[in-house]
C-alpha cells in the first residue's frame, strides 16, 4: 500500500520557496512522526512537499507518478487553502485515492473541514496510533464508516523518533542539497542546524492561543524524557554533525527539574553545540539558576512572548506575566549571555495608543537581540477567536490571512497609520543601545584577537 503524505505550507512563500526561513526551510515534526509511525507498521511511505513544486500542474504528474492509495495532509488554518486545493486535485486526478487530513485546524475547526468532501477521512487530535489503523483498516478493506476519528494520545518515549529523511530525501531530489539538514535562521545557530521537539503540549493559558493547545494536545504537558531527548541527539549527532538546533516546544522551560536532568546530560554526553528555545519571562525570573545552568552547557538565544509592555492588557491576554517582570526576564537573559528573540504584538483588541505605547517604551528596555511583532491576528481555537467574532472585530475573510505579515491589521477599531508607525518605532533603538550594538559588531568582527591571529594565518599561509 503507497502512502503520500503532502505538506501544504504554501500559504507563506509560495510554490517553489524551499529554503526561504524558518517557513520553508523547516521540516513538518508532525509529518515526519506519522512517516515513522507508519512505517514501523511496514507501510510505504513518501512525500509531496507543496514547497519544493513549481505549481499544481507538477503536483498533478507527481500524483501520476506515485498513484498514492492513500494521500494525507497536514493542516495549520492557514494551510486551508492549499490543503483543500491539494486534495479536489487528488480526488479529480486520483478518484480511487483515499484522502485523509489532521493536524490543528482539523481538530479545532473540525465541523467546517469535514464539509469538504474532497476528505475521506478527518482525524482530530495526535496521528500516531489512528493513522496507521486507519491505514491498515484501508489496506484489510474494511473502510471505517465514521469519517470523525479521535486521534489517541501516544507515549512520546516510546514513538520512533521523526522521520526527517522523508523531508531531507525529497528536498535532495529537488537540487536543495543543504550543507544543514534544516534552514539556520541566525548567526549564533551555525550550519549544520535542525529542530527538535522535546514535548507536546502548554499548561499556560494565553487567550490569544489557548484552548487550541489542549484541544491538540490535551491538558497536561507531556515531555520526552531527557535521555530519549539525548538518544535522538546522538544519532543526529552521528548522521548530521549537526553544530546547532532549536528546540520547537511551546515553552521548553516549564519543568525545571526536567530542564536541569537535560542538561547534566546533555553536558555529560559531550555535546556543546549552541541551541535555542522558547521560554516565558516568569519562568525565567523565577528560575535564575536553571537559566544559567543553561547557558552553561550551550543556551544562546530563547524566544519569549513579551506580547505588550502594559499590565492591563498582559491581564486581558491572560498572559501571566507583567511589564516588570518582562523588563527583570531581558536582564537575566543579559546577565548570562544569552539572545532575546522578542515576539510581542500589537493591535490587540481593546488595546489604547497609550498601551502600544508602553510595549514601545518596554522594547528600547529590552533591547531584543532580534524584534518578532506581529499585528495580533485572531486564530480560531483560541478564546480571543471567538472574543473577535462576538463583537465583530475580525477582518479576517480568508484563511491566508492568518500568516504574519507587516502590512496587514486583522482586527477592526485599530488605526492603521497609527499601528504601522508603533511597528517602526518598537523597533527603533535607543541611541546608546544602536551605538553599543554597532561596537560590539566591529570588534566581534575586526577585533577579536582570535580573528585576527587566524586572518593573519591565512594570509602568512601557515
Ligand atoms: C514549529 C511550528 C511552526 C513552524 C513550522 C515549521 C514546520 N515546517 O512545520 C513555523 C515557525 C514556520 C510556524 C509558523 C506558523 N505557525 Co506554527 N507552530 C509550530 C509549533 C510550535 C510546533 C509544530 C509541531 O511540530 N508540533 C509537533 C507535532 C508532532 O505536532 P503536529 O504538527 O500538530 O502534528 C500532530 C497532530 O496535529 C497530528 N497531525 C498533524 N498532521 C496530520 C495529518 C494527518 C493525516 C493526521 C492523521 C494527523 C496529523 O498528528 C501529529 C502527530 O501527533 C506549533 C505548536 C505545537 N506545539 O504544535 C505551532 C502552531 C502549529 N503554529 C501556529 C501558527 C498560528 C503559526 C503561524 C500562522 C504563526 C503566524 N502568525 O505567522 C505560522 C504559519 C506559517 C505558514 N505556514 O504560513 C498555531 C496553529 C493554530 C492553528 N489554528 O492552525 C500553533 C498550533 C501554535 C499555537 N498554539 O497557536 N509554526
Ligand atoms: S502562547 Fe505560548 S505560553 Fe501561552 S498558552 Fe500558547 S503556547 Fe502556552
Keep these: 500500500m503507497r502512502v503520500s503524505l503532502i505538506y501544504p505550507g504554501i500559504a507563506g512563500y509560495g510554490f517553489k520557496s524551499l529554503g526561504k ?41 507527481e500524483l501520476y507518478r506515485r498513484r498514492p ?28 485515492t483515499v484522502t485523509v487530513v489532521g493536524g490543528p485546524h482539523p481538530t479545532i475547526m473540525v465541523d467546517e473541514v469535514a464539509q469538504i468532501p474532497h476528505f475521506d477521512y478527518v482525524v482530530t487530535r495526535e496521528g500516531e496510533i489512528t493513522f496507521p489503523w486507519l491505514l491498515g483498516e484501508l489496506r484489510d478493506g474494511r473502510h471505517p464508516e465514521n469519517r470523525i476519528l479521535e486521534g489517541e494520545m501516544p507515549d512520546l518515549d516510546a514513538l520512533p523518533f ?56 490535551g491538558r497536561r504537558v507531556r515531555k520526552r524524557s531527557p535521555a530519549n531527548i539525548i538518544a535522538e541527539l546522538k544519532l543526529l549527532r552521528d548522521r548530521y554533525h549537526f553544530a546547532s538546533f532549536m528546540f520547537h516546544d511551546d515553552c521548553l522551560t516549564e519543568n525545571r527539574e526536567w530542564v536541569l536532568e537535560f542538561c547534566d546530560l546533555y553536558q ?37 512572548g513579551f506580547e505588550s509592555g502594559n499590565d492591563r492588557v498582559l491581564r486581558f491576554l491572560r498572559k501571566g506575566t507583567t511589564r516588570e517582570k518582562n523588563l527583570a526576564a531581558a536582564r537575566i537573559c543579559r546577565k548570562y549571555g544569552i539572545k532575546i ?65 507587516p502590512w496587514e491589521i486583522k482586527v477592526k477599531g485599530q488605526d492603521p497609520e497609527f499601528l504601522q508607525w ?29 580573528k585576527v591571529i587566524r586572518r593573519l594565518r591565512r594570509m602568512l599561509g601557515v
Excluded at 513538518?28 to 512525500?47: C, E, I, R, T
Excluded at 511597528?423 to 551605538?435: D, G, H, V, Y
Design 268 to 304: 555529560a554526553e559531550g555535546f556543546t553545540q549552541p541551541f535555542f528555545c522558547q521560554s516565558r519571562a516568569d519562568i525565567i525570573v523565577r528560575h535564575e539558576d536553571m537559566v544559567q545552568r543553561m547557558a552553561q552547557v550551550g543556551l544562546k538565544g530563547y524566544f519569549i
Design 21 to 61: 526561513g524558518m517557513e520553508a526551510g523547516w521540516v513538518s515534526h508532525g509529518l515526519a512522526h506519522l512517516s515513522s509511525a507508519a512505517k514501523a507498521q511496514g507501510f510505504d511511505v513518501n512525500l509531496i512537499d507543496l514547497r519544493a513544486l513549481s505549481g499544481w500542474d507538477e503536483f498533478r504528474e
Design 162 to 217: 521523526p522521520d526527517r529523511e522523508l523531508f531531507l530525501n525529497e528536498w535532495r531530489k529537488y537540487g536543495y542539497t543543504l550543507d544543514s539538514p534544516e534552514v539556520p535562521f541566525v548567526p549564533d545557530l551555525p550550519a549544520p542546524f535542525l529542530t527538535i521537539i522535546a514535548g507536546r503540549g502548554c499548561q499556560y493559558n494565553c487567550n490569544f492561543c489557548q484552548p487550541a493547545e489542549r484541544l491538540l494536545f
Design 69 to 96: 492509495d492513500v494521500a494525507a495532509l497536514t493542516m495549520m488554518s492557514v494551510d486551508y487553502n492549499p490543503a483543500t486545493t491539494a486534495a479536489q486535485i487528488i480526488k479529480e486526478s486520483l478518484p480511487e
Design 422 to 450: 508603533a511597528l517602526k518605532e518598537s523597533q527603533r533603538r535607543k541611541p546608546i543601545n544602536a551605538a553599543r550594538r554597532q561596537i560590539r559588531y566591529l570588534w566581534g568582527r575586526y577585533a577579536r584577537p582570535d
Design 341 to 405: 528573540w522578542a515576539n510581542y504584538m500589537l493591535g490587540i483588541p481593546t488595546e489604547t495608543r497609550e498601551e502600544v505605547m508602553d510595549t514601545i517604551s518596554m522594547l528600547k528596555e529590552i533591547d531584543p537581540d532580534w524584534y518578532s511583532p506581529a499585528f495580533y491576528t485572531p486564530h480560531p481555537g483560541s478564546d480571543l477567536y471567538d472574543y473577535c467574532l462576538e463583537h465583530d472585530l475580525s477582518l479576517i475573510t480568508s484563511h491566508d490571512q492568518y500568516r504574519r505579515n
